[in-house]
Each structure stands twice: as C-alpha cells, then as structure tokens.
T-cell receptor, first 113, second 112 residues
C-alpha cells in the first residue's frame, strides 16, 4: 500500500537557519504530493503541493520538488523564522474523486530566536 | 466564506458508548473525507465521500461508519468506543481529486 516516510523530529533551529525536512514515498501510479503544516491547537493547512514529476511547489519561502526517480519530496526553507515553529506533514493523494491523503508521521520544528 | 466546520470541538465519552461527529464542507465542495489523528502521529484516512457515495475506506473496524447528506455535510459515527479511539478527528473537503483539501479544526474525542 501507499506510505510516506519523513524524518523524525524534533528539529531545533536558530532563526535564519536553513531548514530541510526529508520525505520519501511509496505509491503506485502518479500521486500528487503535499506538505501540510499544523500550528499548535489548529487544524492542518496546505503549505504547498506538486502534481507531477519535476514540479516544484513553493509558498511562504518554502519549496519542495517532486522527484520521481528518488520518490522524494523534501521540504526546504532558506531562512526560518520563529513563526515557522510547527509540525510539518508530508502527504500523497491518489484520490480521483476528492481527498484520500496518506500522511507521514510529522516532523516538529522549533525555531529559537 | 466559511471554511470547513466541525462540531463539537471537544467531547468526552465513556468506553462502550456511541459518538456522532459532524462536518460541514466549504460551500460548493462535494467531497468530504475523515481522518483520525492520534496524539503525536500523522492523520490516518478513515472515509472518503464524493457526491454522497462512499469512494474510499481506510483500515478501520466496522465500528466506524459515515454518511454524506444531500447538502454534502457529513457525519462520522463510532460505536462501542474504546480507549484507543481517543484522538483528534479531522474532516476535510475538496472540489475533486488532486485538488487542495481544506481541513476543519477537528473534534477532540476523549474516551475514558
């Protein structure tokens, strides 16, 4: 079955540091890939997505490239802020009639001033 | 426009009881999916409904059931509650496949 594996946290960084969260997936066919963010006490928010190989999703300074050859979708940000402290989830979707997401276990990121 | 709304936000139930959780999708969205998020883990897919028909089911026991109404709102029902059912239950709506899923704030269920 489908699965998503992402690096375990917590990841602790200083403000303005470079962030990378690794994500790899196993799925048949050509899923869409997503990064969701969950701030404390809140639901999930879509951060970025990519729907086909070599697509790059980007939003709020975050980027991730859909690499089919390595089945990866690593999340990067060049300069993190304290406000980026949250839990980040990598996910894939093969739902052809609505969302049917398979999530990774989440990576908690803590950015210190 | 209102986002995805879920009710109640919190509830506490006793083992063996039954619970019904409710979700209203974003206006115009015809797909609703339910997820269970146990503390410290990623959400797990439970059900997907599209145009009032079940289109997907995750690896959950038959104690879990759901339905979608003509106005596209949805209910998740869980019978014979176990302590392990304690979790945040998330509802998400979307227009169609591969489109962005919008999540509600969730219902925090505690089984004691």
């Amino acid at each position: 079955g489908d699965s998503v594996t992402q690096m375990e946290g917590p990841v602790t960084l200083s403000e303005e540091a470079f962030l990378t969260i690794n994500c790899t997936y196993t799925a048949t066919g050509y899923p869409s890939l997503f990064w969701y963010v969950q701030y404390p006490g809140e639901g999930l928010q879509l951060l970025l997505k990519a729907t086909k190989a070599d697509d790059k999703g980007s939003n709020k300074g975050f980027e991730a490239t859909y690499r089919k050859e390595t089945t990866s979708f690593h999340l990067e940000k060049g300069s993190v802020q304290v406000s980026d402290s949250a839990v980040y989830f990598c996910a894939l979707d093969r739902g052809d009639a609505g969302n049917k997401l398979t999530f990774g276990g989440g990576t908690r990121v803590l950015v210190k001033p | 426009d209102a986002g995805v709304t879920q009710s109640p936000t919190h509830l506490i139930k006793t083992r063996g009881q039954h619970v019904t959780l409710r979700c209203s999708p974003i206006s115009g969205h015809k797909s609703v999916s339910w997820y269970q998020q146990v503390l410290g883990q990623g959400p797990q897919f439970i059900f997907q409904y599209y145009e009032k028909e079940e289109r997907g089911r995750g690896n959950f026991p038959d104690r879990f059931s759901a339905r979608q109404f003509p106005n596209y709102s949805s209910e998740l029902n869980v019978n014979a509650l176990l302590l392990g059912d304690s979790a945040l239950y998330l509802c998400a709506s979307s227009l169609r496949g591969f489109a962005e899923a919008f999540f509600g704030q969730g219902t925090r269920l505690t089984v004691v």
